[in-house]
């Protein structure tokens, strides 16, 4: 049973932007800290950027920050990642993920729900 489902993958040139969107169900949402990883092929699964319950704490990569934006509508049980300026090496299948709390929030071993992955491509 797929406890998150990611949306909004896709191909885009660089320099262009992309939003993704992560639903989850109560229970994979509710009260958790949201976070995105992704993993490029050949390379190991890398912290993107993370959210905690009310929004207020946000975490981000340095290879990410100033240009991705993390946030949640917890109406909507759904996370965000607002892309911009994207590059190639930005290229890989990007993953949402859910936890309790916000210790080892960039280590993906402390992520207990996943979604599935939706692929970003970036042409160069």
């Known amino acids: 049973q797929v406890q998150l489902v990611e949306s909004g993958g896709g191909l885009v040139q660089a320099g262009g932007s992309l939003r993704l969107s ?28 993370a959210i905690n319950w009310s929004g207020g ?24 990642l607002q892309m911009n300026s994207l590059a190639p090496e930005d290229t890989a299948v990007y993953y949402c993920a859910s936890k309790d709390g916000v210790g080892r929030l960039y280590d993906s071993r402390a992520y207990d729900y996943w979604g599935q992955g939706t692929q970003v491509t970036v042409s160069s």
């Open 57 to 80: 704490g946000t975490y981000y990569a340095d290879s990410v920050k100033g240009r991705f934006t993390i946030s949640r509508n917890n109406a909507k049980n759904t996370v965000y």
């Open 22 to 49: 992560c639903k989850g169900s109560g229970r994979t949402f509710s009260g958790r800290l949201m976070g995105w990883f992704r993993q490029a092929p050949g390379k190991e699964r890398e912290f993107v950027a």
